[in-house]
């Protein structure tokens, strides 16, 4: 499996085969977006940052159904309209997402990387979760943080990552297919679903089962 | 399953058109209790909305059934009524979850009045349209840089119902303009002209999407009375800007056999409401800028745009170059898997010709227009397919499939909503503006040039 160059990739961009044809849209302006390895993605419109005040922590074991509304009450969902800066301080943590929709072809996976110059003031774009799998289409969610001492000012459409593709065999678990896939074609920043990974759910009911834990 | 809407009876279509508008409201209830969290460990108040709001939806899917069946031997109108009675369960459930939990307009809907509207007849430079839930809607506003417009919270999470937003808006710029309007039209009363005015004015801006939103309002409320008075207007002007899409014909097509059935001729035909629609159409493009206009342009992209939905993908941009042919030259040139050419890179390099294969790629941003009327052709298209859906399941079935089926609404008002967003920072960042004020100057001479006039009679679209 090798990293895709800039040939390769821009062929994949108009590979007449649907089923091969990797999807980044929109493509604003490729030739600045486009390294000898890697295309350049831009940062979208929507963050999310938590609301700690309201809870000690959150428990996978819980409800679901309770779960999934801490959740939104914990995650605070912020939209930056064009122009306006998105500001990360330092030692915050925030989620975002790209500004453009990928489709990655069954043939192919990316890794999701920061660019330099946003690494050279202290902005990390992923905490440890950058590979994209074959098969995903969606945006991509950016775990932000900000490593430095001084505030980030980030504003949507900036160029804040770069993808680059490695080719390979055709997958037959794609993504969108696999079971318990939890993000994807999500249009615009998804927090976490971890609750929702079927290993709590046996533990749920193990711990029912053996009356350690009543569920309300 | 889509033929449905363009063969099936005019009362099979009307009842679907219905039909479905009542599910996508029953979504937004589903997808706003979804969002709601109310104070932490309140969580039985979520949980009993949560089974009234199923209870409610699985009855409105059986019934809906049970009145879509050919064994229905209602009338028409009967089924309409019927149909009707359950929209106002669905319009209390709006009313409560909004008090439990209010809800701010999406800031998308006012950017999308801001870039369709000209807000010339305002007084300030910065004006503005806001938007609010109805309930607000008798507050004063104090500014008068300021037009408020009002849009019930069920509806600000579906773009296509944003069009209603726009409808105030109309109605108060029509007002400013009746005395330039008045010589247009002298036999028409003042009210009767500036109502017409409002709705063509509303063509003239949005189109299509204008056009298919007042007719299946209309039908919801079973106006039919203000229907058939106002839907032949709305059509002539479509046709007259070559701006008609066979969507728009078919509900043509319903609009005139439902007067003829519900015998409403007579009504429409009164000599003091025959409205001279080209006379009316050269005064307002005296105020309408070119720019702001909805053409046959807008069509085109909206159509591209439709493919987008289909296929998942995010609508606020458009390719304007053939990716066969940048294909078919990275072919050429031994840069693709398939080549059997062995690159030139020193070439290559020398011409640099990867940027000008790289350029060719990029894609052009999209406006609120077509967005919104690609957004139309959707759910026209798909209303006949989400019942049929429904009706081949069996009752047990039904709640699962129903969960299934709004997750992926969410999903795609999601994308659509991303897409207005995204085609925004788009547009800046290629440097086009986002002007909120357009003043129409007035040529010359002071006429506005028409584009020449298609024949009415005809009904035959220039586009289809």
């Known amino acids: 499996m090798t990293i895709m160059n800039e040939s390769q990739i821009l062929a994949r961009l108009v590979h007449p085969d649907p089923e091969k044809r990797l999807i980044i849209t929109p493509l604003i302006a490729p030739n600045e977006q486009f390294g000898p390895t890697s295309l350049d993605l831009r940062l979208g419109t929507d963050f999310q940052v938590m609301r700690r005040s309201n809870y000690t922590h959150v428990d996978p074991l819980d409800n679901p ?52 110059t946003w690494g050279r003031l202290g902005l990390q774009i992923h905490a440890t979760a950058g590979f994209v799998d074959p098969g995903f289409s969606g945006t991509l969610t950016f775990e932000l943080s900000n490593v430095s001492m001084v505030p980030l000012p980030l504003y949507p459409g900036v160029r804040v990552s770069q993808i680059c593709f490695y080719q390979g065999q055709e997958t037959l678990l794609p993504y969108a297919k696999k079971r318990f896939s939890k993000y994807s074609g999500k249009p615009s920043t998804a927090a976490s679903a971890f609750y929702r990974d079927p290993e709590y759910a046996r533990l749920r009911t193990a711990l029912e089962e053996e009356g350690r834990r009543v569920l309300v | 399953m889509m033929s449905l809407f363009y063969t099936g009876s005019y009362q099979n279509v009307t009842l679907n058109l219905v039909a479905h508008h009542l ?88 950017h999308v009045l801001n870039s369709l509207m000209p807000l010339s007849f305002l007084a300030h430079k910065d004006s503005r349209v806001i938007v609010m839930d109805s309930p607000t809607a008798a507050i004063d506003w104090p500014l008068d840089s300021v037009l408020v417009e009002r849009l019930p919270s069920v509806f600000h999470a579906l773009p296509t119902q944003w069009v209603v937003a726009t409808r105030s808006y109309l109605h108060t710029w029509a007002e400013q303009l009746y005395p330039d309007l008045q010589a247009s039209n002298p036999s028409l009363s003042p009210e009767w002209l500036t109502a017409v005015t409002a709705h063509v004015l509303g063509v003239r801006l949005l189109g299509t999407a204008y056009y298919a939103e007042f007719v299946v309002s209309e039908l919801v409320r079973r106006d039919f009375t203000t229907l058939v008075k106002i839907e032949p207007i709305l059509f002539e002007a479509l046709n007259f800007f070559s701006t008609v899409t066979s969507q728009a014909v078919r509900l043509h097509g319903i609009t005139e056999t439902l007067s003829e059935d519900l015998k409403l001729n007579a009504k429409r035909n009164e000599e003091s409401e025959v409205v001279d629609v080209p006379a009316l159409l050269r005064v307002l493009e005296k105020h309408v800028l070119a720019e702001d206009s909805f053409t046959e342009k807008h069509v085109g992209y909206a159509l591209r745009l439709l493919e987008r939905l289909k296929a998942g993908l995010p609508v606020s941009a458009l390719q304007h170059h053939d990716l066969n042919e940048v294909w078919d030259k990275l072919h050429a040139l031994g840069l693709t898997d398939e080549s059997t050419e062995t690159p030139d ?27 919104l009327l690609a957004a139309w052709m959707h759910r026209l298209e798909e209303a006949p397919d989400v019942l049929s859906y429904f009706n081949e399941l069996d009752e047990a079935e039904v709640w699962q499939a129903w969960e299934a089926f709004y997750r992926g609404e969410e999903a795609m008002q999601q994308r659509f909503i991303k897409s207005i967003e995204t085609a925004e920072v788009h547009q800046v960042l290629m440097g086009q503006s986002r002007r909120h004020f357009r003043v129409k100057t007035p040529s010359a001479n002071g006429q506005a040039s028409l584009p020449q006039k298609q024949s009415v009679a005809s009904k035959q679209p220039s586009f289809v």
């Open chain 1, 65 to 116: 159904e309770h779960l999934q509304q801490e959740m939104n009450e914990l995650w605070e969902w912020i939209r930056v309209p064009v122009g306006e800066p998105f500001v990360l301080h330092p030692g915050e943590f925030a989620l975002a997402s790209t500004l453009e929709h990928v489709t990655i072809p069954l043939d192919l996976s990316a890794r999701l990387e920061g660019r330099s």
């Open chain 2, 23 to 110: 599910i996508l409201s029953m979504v937004q209830l589903h997808i706003r209790l979804h969002q709601i969290c109310l104070k932490k460990g309140d969580y039985s108040t979520v949980s009993s909305l949560k089974t009234h709001l199923k209870s409610h939806t699985l009855g409105v899917l059986l019934q809906t059934r049970r009145l879509l069946s050919p064994e229905n031997a209602l009338s028409l109108e009967s089924t309409l009524a019927q149909l009707n009675g359950f929209q106002l369960e669905t319009k209390r459930l709006a009313r409560l979850m909004h008090a439990l939990h209010p809800q701010q307009p999406k800031v998308e809907l006012s």
């Open chain 2, 345 to 371: 890179y020193k070439a290559l390099h020398e011409q640099n010709a990867i940027y000008q294969l790289m350029e060719q790629v990029g894609e052009t941003p999209v406006g609120v227009r077509e967005m």
